[in-house]
């Protein structure tokens, strides 16, 4: 059952919210309207009921024990999913307001995900994002983010929930500058003699995938090449003759329509690799967060991640 029962149970949890995002009882009871003594005294009480202490208390500084930040963090994501739920059931209700939290690949974010965010945020002007963008692997839970992009195979997790975007073919290829500086391979063994960029993450190179004559996959990493940690960049070096890159479509298509790049290995091409939106299951998709998902969905049947 429940400890929540009564307003005060959750005045407690506001008081709390409060302070613990506040440097000190003081601040916290100017912000609430409220004297020290009412705060120290609600969170004596939340402390009591909860059996544990949320405070370590000095006469320096007020900080969260380890109860005391995993407390928080449940009590935030909760009122949150209550201000969106009134938000929802208000007359603001066509006027969804707060913050989204976002993570996307850097290249990916910024071409294909920033139109789609400015059109909403034109739609929805009260909702505000927080980006970021890179190519490294975050954790949405640890980092607080309500939703993440990226490329990959998804493992099983009872942490995060996953929608597939887009499926993309990936296109090892290169410029016919430096195909002609260098010669084009026609077979896989030849790739040892060319230089290679690849991606980099945790202090190694991210190995190529290809599919062999029976289909299987299999990977392929260069003994000597350039490593990148970040998407953007992988394409420009490529752009600049630098050598050899794998990259997914929506990445490379542009310029292989152009004849900027040249696929090759086609043969060899591996399954394609997963776009995938993540999120929290603790986040529930509150309504603004849902809203967004929706948009991404839709935007994905009309084939746009996969230009």
């Known amino acids: 059952m429940s400890t929540l029962n009564s307003d005060e149970s959750f005045r407690g949890i506001t008081t709390f919210v409060v302070a613990a995002n506040s440097c000190s009882f003081t601040e916290a009871s100017e912000k609430l309207g409220i004297t020290k003594s009412a705060v120290g005294k ?10 544990t202490k949320l405070f370590h208390r000095s006469t320096r500084k ?11 963090s449940s009590c935030t994501t909760a009122l949150e999913i209550l201000d969106s739920a009134e938000n929802s059931l208000s007359r ?3 006027n969804p307001s707060g913050v989204i939290r976002i993570d996307m690949p850097a290249f990916f974010g910024r071409h294909l995900m920033m139109p789609i965010l400015t059109d909403f945020s034109k ?4 909702i505000r994002f927080e980006m970021s963008f890179n190519d490294r692997l975050v954790d949405p839970v640890e980092e607080g983010l309500d939703l993440v992009l990226r490329f990959s195979e998804l493992k099983s997790t009872n942490e995060l929930k996953s929608r597939c975007l887009s499926d993309q073919n990936l296109y ?6 430096y195909f002609k500086q260098h010669g084009t391979p026609i077979h896989l063994d030849d790739l040892t003699n060319h230089s290679c960029i690849m991606g980099y993450r945790c202090r190694a190179p991210l190995a190529w995938k290809f599919k062999d004559k029976e289909g299987k996959t299999i990977q392929y990493v260069s003994d000597k090449p350039h490593q990148i940690g970040d998407g953007d960049a992988l394409l420009k070096a490529c752009l600049g003759y630098m050598g050899i890159v794998q990259l997914p479509e929506s990445m490379v298509r542009e310029h292989i329509d152009t004849g900027a790049l040249i696929p090759i290995l086609l043969e060899n091409m591996p399954q394609p690799v997963a776009l995938h939106i993540l999120w929290p299951c603790t986040k529930h998709l509150v309504p603004k967060v849902r809203l967004l998902v929706d948009v991404l969905i839709q935007k994905a049947r009309e084939g746009h991640f996969d230009k």
Not at 63 to 71: K, Q
Request: charge should be negative; glycine fraction near 8%; charged fraction near 30%.
């Open 123 to 126: 739609q929805y002007p009260d």
């Open 92 to 94: 603001r209700k066509d």
């Open 172 to 177: 090892l290829c290169a410029t016919p500058t």
């Open 62 to 72: 007020l900080s969260l024990t380890g109860d005391g930040e995993a407390y928080l």
């Open 42 to 51: 609600s969170i004596a009480r939340l402390e009591e009921r909860l059996g």
